[in-house]
């Protein structure tokens, strides 16, 4: 039995282009801080790639800063946002409901640590970014607003946020995007976003594990989170990890990823299961969403025995959220859109990627109706 | 088969998985998170419910090579496990909690929601055997006595015991630490848990403290007379000679030890050795592990702790209570504890002690 994988929200297969590019870059020799030849030779290929970045986020190659995943750079933007905002008097950290682990457990570390005063912007019920509390929120209380994080795309829905709204309420704000989910999926420009910072992810975008990158506007200062030799604008240190940048780089450039096909195979997932079920429910439907994500709620089941009875169906998927010592809890994102703790506890994720095909979507549809009902049983049980 | 296997972290369910799979069932690993806030490493000799035992059951999985799930019993095992084991010693008795967690938990909680998601059965590390015969699928001892579990299994009734499979019954423990090492599985050498794992500290009767409060009562003798004051009834068992703190000593100078236990008027009743003594046992909530006991009294023998010994005796069932007779006295004998009737190695059934005599 073959075995399908509809997690690509988790990670995605790396490209080809990226592969080449890092197995050859790891046979070279030289440190990119090194002054010699050898040295040289990796400081150029790693600003090739860093100006390949820019160019597909629309950002100047200066403002890529190189970290070692996506969750580095949402911390290094949030902590870094903060401490500079407090040495101004502001100690507001504004972030919606609904973002990632790696901006909520930094903005709890600051209020527990660094005297934070975290405010959390709600959603709709479509899962979508509440501007009118935004818009109060900084009219109320905006000079002491330190940064504001919105995430550019829900790594559980695939809602899309609307950035650019929310930098025009911002103003004068800090506005820092977590876009690790939507680069190479949806058009995005750091530019015409308007964001002071932006965090992006490789791995998610058919380049390899462990390198990220934190996109910060030119001349804005922040405090660094390590220290040491300065590579990264002292924002940042560490020797830059070439092999993983030039391919993160060739992923930039790829074409590997057509949006309209990814889309159309999420809908007719999103059909047949509908028809098969008709009691489920599509999360954040109504709203704008990246092509390959989907989240559906399947009443009277629990997620974690769903993951379990789909995995024996060699099909991997996800609940998108968090674990706690593996515990499943319940996913903060469906409890923000107003779910309770039960139905959110019933909800999985399936994500489509660029090497997904309609047989694989057949497939999940053809068993889903089974194992919903082994669910319930063990449910009831 | 297609098949469950209990997971704690230890070398015991690692093995039993991997013997289930060698065996040819298609086995999942699943660990149980009993606890909703568990400490994050082990400390001394209690294994099960810290986030670093639930690492090692997974590192075990991929070893193994199964798939592997964490299922969160924390609610159940705290309404069936510790809210009765809080509400025996409020009541004077000494529960067995590693018993009511196979009970309610392990094949039951966990056995049905396996069958309801369609597997067969439960594999766990236990040290037990079963067997087909004439009348069914019965529970046996372990071939290791050292290690034998089968006194906290014999509240299994038949229907559990049919989806029950135990691996390890048949080994010694000492082999099954060289098995694991063999099999590369990194717990080969993790230290045995005892103690109750819910009670971090291993510290049972603060603890119990903590949750029943100290609240100060009279330790009297037999004729009712206040020679002492405890700090808490639920803290003493019967048999306990030390830590008693009278300063009235007996006419005769001999010890003295706790005779019984009386929650209501909060009093510790102390007396001779022999005033120890029990002959007879009564248990209720009784459960067959095969067929059932009746009314005609049977030889064999009672075991009433753990790693107990195995008394002879001879046993009925009015209906209600099983009584067990024993050949000859044993000396302190809490309430609380389970009854264990034994016929040779097979485990006959089990009740819970609610009076001695």
């Not at chain 1, 704008?288 to 025995?305: A, K, M």
């Not at chain 2, 639930?54 to 309404?79: L, T």
């Not at chain 2, 009433?304 to 302190?332: N, Q």
């Amino acid at each position: 039995m073959s075995s399908i994988y509809l997690d690509h929200a988790a990670t995605t297969p790396m490209v080809e282009e990226a592969l080449i590019a890092m197995t050859a870059q790891l046979a070279r020799l030289g440190n990119p801080s090194s002054l010699h030849t050898h040295g040289r030779a990796t400081r150029k290929t790693l600003e090739d790639a860093r100006e390949v970045i820019a160019k597909e986020v629309g950002c100047l190659p200066s403002e890529v800063i190189f970290t070692a995943s996506g969750t580095e750079a949402n911390n290094t933007a949030l902590k870094g946002l903060y401490w500079q905002g407090r040495d101004k008097g502001k100690h507001v950290v504004a972030i919606s409901s609904i973002e990632h682990h790696a901006i909520l457990d930094p903005a709890h570390w600051l209020e527990v640590h660094e005297g934070a005063e975290v405010i959390q912007i709600p959603v709709n019920a479509d899962g979508v970014v509440d501007l009118e509390f935004l818009t109060h929120l900084v009219a109320t209380r905006g000079n002491e607003i330190a940064v504001i994080s919105v995430m550019h795309a829900n790594n559980e829905t695939g809602v899309i946020q609307p950035i650019r709204t929310v930098v025009e309420i911002a103003g004068e704000i800090p506005v820092h995007t977590d876009a690790a989910q939507s680069f190479k999926k949806v058009p995005l420009s750091f530019a015409e976003l308007g964001v002071y910072a932006m965090s992006l992810s490789a791995h998610k975008t058919g380049g390899p594990l462990g390198i990220g990158a934190l996109i910060l506007r030119r001349a804005v200062e922040i405090p660094a989170l390590l220290h040491g030799g300065g590579q990264e604008r002292e924002i940042r240190s560490g020797t830059l990890n070439a092999p993983a940048i030039v391919a993160f780089a060739a992923a930039a450039k790829s074409k590997y990823y057509d949006s309209a096909k990814v889309s159309a195979l999420r809908d007719s997932f999103i059909a047949g299961i509908s028809a098969a079920l008709p009691e489920v429910i599509v999360n954040g439907l109504r709203a704008e969403r990246l092509p390959g994500i989907v989240n559906i709620t399947f009443p009277g089941t629990q997620s974690d025995t769903l993951l379990l009875l789909m995995d024996a169906q060699n099909i991997s998927c996800s609940t998108g959220s968090a674990c706690s010592a593996g515990v499943h809890e319940a996913s903060h994102v469906l409890l923000a859109m107003g779910h309770n703790e039960v139905s959110a506890q019933s909800s999985l994720r399936f994500s489509f990627g660029a090497t997904s095909t309609s047989a694989d979507v057949d497939f999940a549809v053809s068993v889903l109706p089974d194992v919903i009902t082994r669910g319930r049983a063990a449910n009831l049980s | 088969m297609k098949l469950i296997a209990a997971m704690s972290g230890g070398v015991d369910s690692a093995v039993a998985a991997a013997r289930a799979v060698e065996a040819g069932h298609d086995v999942i690993g699943v660990h149980l998170a009993l606890s909703s806030n568990p400490q994050k490493y082990r400390s001394g000799a209690r294994g099960c419910c810290t986030i670093e035992d639930s690492h090692d059951a997974r590192r075990a999985a991929d070893v193994i090579g199964i798939p592997f799930y964490i299922w969160d019993m924390a609610e159940e095992f705290h309404d069936g496990v510790v809210e009765d084991f809080l509400a025996e010693y409020a009541a004077g008795r000494t529960p067995n909690p590693c018993l009511r967690c196979n009970e309610k938990i392990k094949f039951a909680a966990v056995l049905d929601r396996a069958r309801a998601m369609g597997f067969d059965g439960v594999v766990t590390g236990h040290y037990a055997r079963t067997q087909i015969s004439d009348s069914g699928k019965t529970l046996h001892r372990a071939v290791d006595h050292s290690k034998d579990q089968s006194y906290v299994l014999s509240v299994l009734t038949v229907e559990q015991i049919e989806g029950a499979i135990f691996p390890l019954g048949g080994t010694t423990k000492v082999d099954i630490r060289k098995e694991a090492e063999a099999r590369g599985l990194a717990v080969a050498q993790k230290p045995d848990s005892h103690d109750i794992c819910f009670v971090p500290s291993g510290d049972n009767a603060g603890w119990l403290r903590d949750r029943l409060g100290s609240e100060v009562g009279p330790i009297v003798d037999q004729d009712g007379v206040k020679i002492g004051e405890h700090k808490g009834a639920y803290t003493y068992t019967i048999g306990q000679r030390k830590g008693l703190g009278l300063t009235v000593p007996t006419a005769d100078g001999s010890p003295r030890f706790v005779l019984k236990i009386e929650p209501v008027s909060n009093t510790v009743v102390v007396g001779a050795r022999e005033d120890l003594a029990v002959s007879t046992m009564r248990g209720e909530r009784a459960v067959w592990c095969g067929p059932a006991v009746t009314e005609q009294a049977q030889r064999g023998f009672v075991q009433v702790r753990a790693h107990g010994a195995a008394l002879p005796c001879s046993y009925f069932f009015d209906g209600t209570l099983l009584t067990a007779h024993l050949d000859e006295p044993l000396l302190g004998l809490a309430t609380g504890q389970a009854m264990v009737i034994y016929d040779g190695d097979r485990v006959v059934g089990s009740a819970t002690i609610c009076e001695t005599e």
